[in-house]
């Protein structure tokens, strides 16, 4: 029998692949811990280009927590928009 939690999993990554994404995937919510100093790094490096808006919210692209209250998963999508 499957239980509720596999019955939601299977259910988001079919309709993401129905409605044409490559990748689903779903993850616990959490500090990323060992990512700040890599992202700090990489910002500082100034290797994010174009993608300004990419310094804004550091604290919130470390902890999606502080996005949504009470968030427990995220979930990320992978669409090749490369014609």
């Not at 239980?3 to 990554?13: A, M, R, V, Y």
């Not at 692209?61 to 090749?80: E, M």
């Amino acid at each position: 029998m499957i239980d509720l939690k596999s019955k939601h999993t299977n259910f988001i990554k079919s309709e993401a692949k129905r409605l044409g994404f490559l990748s689903c995937g779903i993850s616990r919510v959490g500090f990323l811990e060992a990512e700040a100093p890599r992202l700090e790094k990489w910002l500082s490096e100034q290797r994010h280009g174009k993608m300004q808006y990419m310094e804004n919210h550091f604290d919130k692209r470390l902890d999606p927590t502080l996005l949504v209250d009470g968030a427990k998963s995220v979930i990320s999508l992978l669409l090749n928009y490369y014609p």
